[in-house]
Nanobody, 120 residues
Framework: QVQLVESGGGSVQPGESLRLSCAAS????????MGWFRQAPGQAPGKERE????????????NYQESVKDRFTISRDNTKNTTYLEMNSLKPEDTAIYYC?????????WGQGTQVTVSS
């Protein structure tokens, strides 16, 4: 079955960096576009997770939410079935649970999430 397992979250101070990883299994990773989403604490129930960044199956195309485009970098290693999110210059407003995502045959798959807390 499809599995996405995030890791790398933690608590950091503003301006610091973190690198998130998402290990994928159960599907053909090399043909799947991947994405990162986040959900901030206290969001109203039912509010959708916020898209952060996406990467095409080959890694040739990358897209970012405007608020992170100069600070975050999405990448992937198709030999390791892993997607990464390098986050630099972190801000308190980046505090959220970060989720890895892929869409396969019109169905969304999610990992369990990894907590990122940015606070002084």
């Amino acid at each position: 079955q499809v599995q996405l397992v995030e890791s790398g979250g933690g608590s950091v101070q503003p301006g610091e960096s973190l690198r998130l990883s998402c290990a994928a299994s159960g599907f053909t990773f090399t043909t799947a576009d991947m994405g990162w989403f986040r959900q901030a604490p206290g969001q109203a129930p039912g509010k959708e997770r916020e898209w952060v960044a996406g990467i095409s199956s080959t890694g040739a195309i990358k897209n970012y939410q405007e608020s992170v485009k100069d600070r975050f970098t999405i990448s992937r290693d198709n030999t390791k079935n892993t997607t990464y999110l390098e986050m630099n210059s972190l801000k308190p407003e980046d505090t959220a649970i970060y989720y890895c995502n892929t869409l396969l045959k019109n169905r969304n798959y999610w990992g369990q999430g990894t907590q990122v807390t940015v606070s002084s």
